[in-house]
């Protein structure tokens, strides 16, 4: 698909699921990462030299030491973070969900595409959305939402941190605690720029009402002056907007002085409520400093987007990072067949037993071939999904909606070997209410001859149906004794409309 300017309005920097942006600069580079919830590796880091194309370089918590699972339950996992650059060595802060004895988590590197350190946990610091900072005397600043273990302090709360032993220098403090306008002050952000300190939250709910909101104090413990034109960001009651549920932003100044941040959002279609299904993607706006406060300037940037389309034979000595499970590790699910490829098995672990990758374009097709058996999806959870299963010489269509399953045809073949297609293409609506945001496709490909085994409402595979903070993803997995995946293949096809 060829790909022309778009505006940073309206497209992401970083498309599919891709949510939490955190950022920071060294020198002429930018570093960029982001939530990942059940999937691992998580915390997925990506480098550009230019705020608009990125480039993933891997994943920041890729040892099971770093990130522990828990009960992997979607939209459990790593939460919302922070990554900063200090004294020549990167640091990540991050909550992991489903360890909650651990409080936040605090890995470091010389190197972001790593390797990340063993952990420093901060067990008293209960809660969500870690930020650092260092202050003027270069102690560590926690800033998270939650609470102090053992103690009745709740809200916005900040300490300073010994990183030996990730306990805390005297005792946590609340802050700013948002504008009190707005529901679920979350994911804070401290700076030093200039005579002040701020601290950006995101208010609203990461939903219609999301929102970004500051405060500047004197000293990072506050007072804190709200600043006048609360919510500097937000995208809430404007419907007519192709993007929405923007906030959760990050600043950074660029190498040239000026500032920029990332925010997340959506871009949801069909008819209303309107349906998203990449989940949330990192956009970037441009900012000014209007008296003393930040100006978002989201129309600053154009750009032509990143080429999202990939085939991967799996010849390579490492998987590309783009490569993820649900509730697993990818080990536990594919290794490199003698022949080519990979061998695919049920981990028996309790997960779904796939190897993932995210879903970028709003229009896509896919084809994953097997050799003796195998199964392809496309899904938001194990409870949302739809896909196709080779085994004993025959492929099927099968669906999964809530506590629904079904199988939706089938085909018997002679061959070993298949190539299974699964598409996201425009809607055939028959009535304005049933307009979704896609059809998605199940087809099995023989030579130039295509099945279609299925064509299914989108609607089922979005957020607003399926809940939860990720988005579709791309699974292949066993399906028999003697699954092979060969190759696969994503494809970027023609645009859809957003509004």
Known sequence: MSRTAVSGAEHPIVSGFHPDPTICRVGEDYYLAHSSFEYFPGAPIFHSRDLVHWKQIGNILDRRGQFLRADGRPSGGIYGSTLRHHEDRFYFATTNVGDADSGQTIVTAEDP???????????????????????????????????????????????????????????????????????????????????????????????????????????????????????????????????????????????????????????????????????????????????????????????????????????????????????SEPDAIAAPDTDGGLRLRVPGDGSPGLLCTRVEDLRWEAEAEFTGSGRFEVRIDDRHRYGLAFEDGTVRAQARIGGVSADLGSVSLTAGSVVLRIAAVDCEAETMTAYGPDDIVLALVVGDDVTELARLDGRYLSTEVAAGFTGRVLGVGAAGESSRLRRFRYTATASAPTA
């Open 113 to 327: 595409a790593g390797p990340w350190s063993d952990p420093i946990f901060i067990p008293q610091a209960v809660g969500i959305d870690p930020d650092i900072c260092w202050d003027d005397d270069g102690e560590l600043l926690l800033t998270w939402t939650g609470s102090v273990a053992g103690t009745e302090l709740r809200g916005m709360l900040q300490g300073r941190v010994d990183l030996k032993t990730g306990e805390f220098i005297g005792e946590p403090y609340q802050v700013w605690q948002g504008t009190g306008r707005l529901d679920f002050p979350e994911a804070p952000h401290l700076y030093k720029i200039g005579e002040y300190w701020y601290l950006m939250l995101a208010e609203g709910g990461t939903e219609r009402g999301h929102s970004v909101t500051i405060a500047r104090a004197e000293r990072p413990e506050g007072p804190y002056e709200s600043c006048p034109a609360n919510p500097v960001f937000t995208h809430r009651s404007r419907p007519g907007l192709v993007v929405q549920n923007t906030g959760h932003a990050d600043l950074v100044q660029t190498a040239s002085g000026e500032w920029a941040a990332v925010y997340l959002a959506v871009r949801p279609s069909g008819f209303t409520p309107c349906y998203h299904v990449l989940g949330r993607e990192t956009f970037l706006a441009g900012v000014d400093w209007v008296d003393g406060w930040p100006v978002f300037d989201e129309h600053r940037y154009d750009f032509t987007p990143d080429e999202t389309s990939f085939e991967d034979d799996f010849t390579a000595d490492a998987p590309h990072p783009r490569w993820v499970s649900p509730a």
